[in-house]
């Protein structure tokens, strides 16, 4: 059974940097899910798309408030997804998500989600 992981979260201020990572293990019960990518949530507001990668071809995409300022990527060998976040704002403190199964920025497209890691961005 799949198995995402996640880790890099934490308390960071304003203009700060954060690495998150998303360790993928256990079998898929198909050949390979292509897809992978970032959902957030903050509280009081619904799951918001962030960025996500095609594993195969490393293309990415990314949602508008977050362009230019996180960048994803992959590590095939080691099954790990990452999202180095910088430029850091208030506004994008939520629990962030890894999650399986699309590119698009949809959530309910994406069948295996990981269990959150938490980003503050405080003063």
């Known amino acids: 059974q799949v198995q995402l992981v996640e880790s890099g979260g934490g308390l960071v201020q304003p203009g700060g940097s954060l690495r998150l990572a998303c360790a993928q293990s256990?079998?898929?019960?198909?050949?390979?899910?292509?897809?992978m990518g970032w959902f957030r949530q903050a509280p009081g507001k619904e799951r918001e798309f962030v960025a996500s990668i095609s594993w195969s071809s490393g293309s990415t995409n990314y949602a508008g408030s977050v362009k230019g300022r996180f960048i994803i990527s992959r590590d095939n060998a080691r099954n790990t997804m990452y999202q180095q976040m910088n430029g850091l704002k208030p506004e994008d403190a939520a629990v962030y998500y890894c999650?399986?199964?699309?590119?698009?920025?949809?959530?309910?497209?994406?069948?295996?989600w990981g269990q959150g890691t938490q980003v503050t961005v405080s003063s």
């Open positions: 256990g079998r898929t019960l198909r050949f390979r899910i292509d897809g």
């Open positions: 999650a399986m199964g699309d590119v698009r920025p949809v959530a309910n497209l994406y069948e295996y």
